[in-house]
């Protein structure tokens, strides 16, 4: 990968094991991506009520999540499908926000979206449709707010990078990558998730990498081993989707996890983060030696 057209996503010139530390929220309910600690964002695929969505939030900040995930804009493949509640659905995440504190990511499909969304959201996502919509990504960096930029369903790592460069010569440097799955000849799960990708990543930039194994397996049985692997591989974090009735969303249900199945997750991923020299935040649990002995 020519680092010439990467000056500002690549790793050359950093000194190694220097990733950027993107920290997204107010201050003290704030989440870091690229830290020792792994971001966990979690979340129903689209924002379908004010109830449903508090529900999942105050579960998922009660399983150690950090952040809140949910869709107002949906991207679907058919145009009948649900689309999401657009603004509606800003604003019942900007009141999850106040009711748990946790910060929230949804996404942004739209140039003419950003401006709206930017006032509600904490961070960007800009989805895998989208990864090469070259105006949407100016737009984005333009924003000054964190980007999460998911890999494209046919888009090599270098083309991802090539994207972030995108976000942060429009100056914003504030980006976290995020593998999804990639379209292979595979049939058996939604996508193929690529875990060479996150060594690849880690290697070549310095942007935070993280893994949502939720359309990468594209159901709800294979969540758990691809978010083991990912943490295992290296990643920065995971995004989840979670749903109180899976069976009932309007999108995704099929590989929502409830918040019963999260929490159980978070705790039998927290052994692995260890062993990687990672760490999870279980709530009740201290986070870090010098909190231990304090
Ligand atoms: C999503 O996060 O709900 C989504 C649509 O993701 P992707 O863009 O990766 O398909
Ligand atoms: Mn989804």
């Given at each position: ?9 690549s790793?050359?010139g950093?000194?190694p ?14 989440v870091?991506?690229g830290?020792r ?10 924002v379908?009520?004010?109830?449903m ?9 009660a ?10 804009y949906?991207?679907?493949?058919s ?7 657009g603004e ?10 106040a009711?748990t ?7 942004v ?6 401006d ?21 990504l ?5 924003a ?9 369903i ?6 991802l ?7 942060m010569a ?12 990639i379209?292979t000849?595979?049939?058996?799960t939604r ?9 690849v ?5 310095h ?12 159901r ?10 990912a943490?295992?591989?290296g ?9 109180p ?8 249900g ?5 918040t ?13 983060a ?12 201290p ?8």
């Open positions: 990968m020519s680092s010439l057209q990467l000056p500002l996503a790793r050359t950093r000194a094991h220097t990733p950027s530390e993107i920290v997204v929220g107010a201050a003290g309910a704030a870091t991506f830290g600690e792994l971001a966990l964002v979690a979340g129903p695929c689209s379908e009520s004010r109830d969505l508090l529900e999942t939030a105050r579960a998922v900040r399983a150690g999540a950090g952040m809140l995930r949910g869709g107002a949906k991207p679907r493949t145009p009948y499908a649900f689309t999401g509640l509606a659905a800003l604003e019942i995440l900007a009141e999850a926000r009711a504190g946790l910060p929230v990511v949804t996404e499909m739209d140039t003419r979206q950003v709206l969304v930017a006032r509600h959201a904490d961070m960007l996502q800009v989805g895998a449709r989208n990864m090469q919509n070259f105006a949407l100016a737009e984005v960096g333009r000054g707010v964190p980007v999460l930029l998911k890999r494209g046919a888009a090599t790592v270098s083309e990078l090539h994207a972030a460069e995108h976000v429009a100056g914003n440097a504030r980006v976290v990558l995020c593998e999804r799955g379209r000849f595979e049939t058996a996508n193929t998730l690529d875990v060479a990708a996150i060594p990543l880690k290697r070549e930039t942007l935070p990498v993280i893994v949502d194994p939720s359309h990468a397996g594209g709800a049985h294979l969540v758990a081993p691809l978010a083991a692997a943490v295992a591989a990643a920065d974090g995971l995004i989840i989707e979670v749903h009735s899976p069976a009932d969303a309007l999108s995704d099929e590989q929502s996890l409830t019963a199945a999260f929490a159980a997750l978070v705790r039998r991923l927290a052994p692995i260890a062993a990687c020299d990672r760490v999870i935040a279980l709530p009740g649990v986070r870090r030696r010098e909190e231990l002995c304090a």
